[in-house]
């Protein structure tokens, strides 16, 4: 026996426990295609429902897509899939103003991309933790 897990549900599910700020899927597509075959680059809950319902978002897809609207509606500030075959993909999806595969966004959600709030709490809880770690060793 043994168990059938998806990657991308789990990669979903670990995102948001971790409280993570962005999940990337890497996959062998530039990201979520139309019926033409082009790129969409931005994605919502409700877009997703749209292209599954006419069937642009079909197959080996939905499990990634759902997986993204679950990340972003679980915490996760922003998912992406992009083409892990592309050289340098997750610098150029995170540092260029328009990536270079698809991003999911809540229309809801004013912090799509980096929660600057959310990420300086962090840095400062490890700052602490160094500086009573530091304390306790002299």
Known sequence: PGFNINADVAACEIAA????????????????????????QTLD???????????TIAGGMIPKVDSCIDAIHNGVNKA????????????LELFTSDGIGTQFIRKDNPN?????????????????IRRIRAFFKN
């Open 112 to 128: 799509n991309g980096i929660d600057l709030e959310k990420l300086l709490e962090y840095r400062f809880k490890q700052i602490k």
């Open 80 to 91: 992406h899939i992009i083409d892990g075959r592309v050289e340098h993909s997750i610098l």
């Open 17 to 40: 426990a971790i409280g993570a700020q962005k999940v990337l899927f890497l996959t062998d597509t530039i990201g979520v295609l139309d019926k033409g075959g082009n790129l969409i």
């Open 45 to 55: 809950k409700q877009s997703v429902e749209n292209y599954k319902k006419d069937g």
